[in-house]
């Protein structure tokens, strides 16, 4: 069987060196790009980095704890859990999620042809000095999947997933407690400032009024 996790990684177009590091908070992604990303994936066989990309839409997790996720947070007894829970590195406390039918499917496709065991993680490096991918080899991957899809990969970051599924909870909901549950934030006020809800809602209100 041909092993996935070996293929080359696609060149990256590179931005002029005259252009500027974009600053300030990382958009989510929009669910249509969402689609286009994993159906890349789907089509090329990328079968690593579709069980990432799911993984990562549905964890809300920041990348230092997606990329050191192990099998065993994830499964158990050959399948893969409907709900899980992570202890953030972070904050020290645990974050909830659920994995959804795709992310399950993705990431058992994923644990069969790598062979890998409850302890191993799920996600391991090529670089033998890291027993995990880094959160930087997870950032250039995120670049390549967005300018796949021709989005400008220097306007995201490992950050737009995570904030992905949560704007969209709360587009949907308005459910802000819900969402800093999900998240794992400690204060509201920093679900709050994290998905930019203030100038979004002052945003929306101000296009429904006419003078």
Same mark, same amino acid.
């Given at each position: 069987m041909a092993d996935f996790y070996l293929l080359p990684d696609e060149p990256l177009a590179q931005a002029p060196h005259h252009q500027p590091k974009l600053l300030g908070q990382k958009p989510p992604l929009k669910p249509k790009e969402v689609w286009a990303i994993r159906i890349r994936l789907q089509i090329r066989g990328r079968l690593r980095d579709l069980a990432l990309f799911n993984l990562a839409i549905d964890s809300k997790l920041r990348s230092c704890d997606l990329v050191a996720v192990r099998v065993s947070d994830v499964a158990s007894g050959g399948s893969v859990k409907e709900r899980t829970t992570i202890v953030q590195q972070k904050t020290g406390r645990p974050v909830q999620f659920e994995l959804t039918d795709q992310t399950r499917e993705a990431v058992l496709a994923w644990i069969s042809l790598r062979g890998l065991h409850q302890g191993? +993680? @799920?996600? $391991?490096?090529? #670089?033998?000095?890291? $027993?995990? @991918?880094?959160?930087?080899? +997870?950032?250039r991957i995120l670049k390549r999947w967005v300018a796949s899809i021709g989005l400008d990969p220097q306007k995201y970051g490992t950050h737009s997933l995570r904030r992905t599924k949560a704007a969209q #909870? +709360?587009?949907?909901?308005?459910?802000? !407690?819900?969402?800093?549950? @999900?998240? *794992?934030?400690?204060?509201? &006020?920093?679900?709050? !400032? +994290?998905? *930019? #809800? &203030?100038? &979004?809602?002052? @945003?929306?209100i101000s296009e429904q009024v006419e003078l």
């Open positions: 191993d +993680y @799920l996600f $391991p490096s090529r #670089i033998r000095t890291c $027993p995990h @991918l880094t959160t930087r080899q +997870y950032a #909870i +709360y587009r949907k909901t308005g459910n802000l !407690r819900a969402v800093q549950l @999900l998240q *794992g934030h400690t204060k509201l &006020e920093s679900t709050v !400032r +994290y998905l *930019g #809800i &203030e100038v &979004e809602d002052a @945003l929306a």
